[in-house]
C-alpha cells in the first residue's frame, strides 16, 4: 500500500514557474513507476509525465515537453514536478499517481493511461494567471 500527498501548488502569472512534490509512503516507493496528471474544470484527467522507478527513464505530454521536468529522490520518498514557464492552460487540479514497476528499459504499459496506476494522490491546485 502506498499513499501519496502532492504539494506546491499555488498561483502564479504566465511565464512563472512552480514545483510539486508528491511524498509517499511505504517501503517499497523505489519499486514504483510514477506518474502526473492533471485536470481541468469540465475536461477529464490527462497524463502529463511519467517516470521510472530508477528515474532512468521519462516520458511527457507533447503539451509539457520542453516546459516540464520530472524527477524522483527514492531516499526521499518523492518525486517532483518543475513547471517553468508556466501557461494559463496549465491552470488544473495536479494529481500524482504511482504503480508497482520494477522493469528495466521502456514502459511496457500505457502510462499515459489513468487506468494503469493504483495509487492516487488528492491533488494540488495550480492556478496561471495571464
Known amino acids: 500500500q502506498v499513499q501519496l500527498v502532492e504539494s506546491g501548488g499555488g498561483l502564479v502569472q504566465a511565464g512563472g514557474s512552480l514545483r510539486l512534490s508528491c511524498a509517499a509512503s511505504?517501503?517499497?516507493?523505489?519499486?514504483?513507476?510514477m506518474g502526473w496528471f492533471r485536470q481541468a474544470p469540465g475536461k477529464e484527467r490527462e497524463f502529463v509525465a511519467a517516470?521510472?522507478?530508477?528515474?532512468?527513464?521519462?516520458y511527457y505530454a507533447d503539451s509539457v515537453k520542453g516546459r516540464f521536468t520530472i524527477s524522483r529522490d527514492n531516499a526521499k520518498n518523492t518525486v517532483y514536478l518543475q513547471m517553468n514557464s508556466l501557461k494559463p492552460e496549465d491552470t488544473a487540479v495536479y494529481y500524482c499517481?504511482?504503480?508497482?514497476?520494477?522493469?528495466?528499459?521502456?514502459?511496457?504499459?500505457?502510462?499515459?493511461?489513468?487506468?494503469?496506476?493504483?495509487?492516487w494522490g488528492q491533488g494540488t491546485q495550480v492556478t496561471v494567471s495571464s
Open positions: 517516470i521510472s522507478w530508477s528515474g532512468g527513464s521519462t
Open positions: 511505504g517501503r517499497t516507493f523505489s519499486s514504483y513507476a
Open positions: 499517481a504511482g504503480r508497482y514497476y520494477r522493469s528495466s528499459g521502456s514502459f511496457t504499459f500505457d502510462h499515459r493511461a489513468t487506468y494503469a496506476y493504483d495509487y
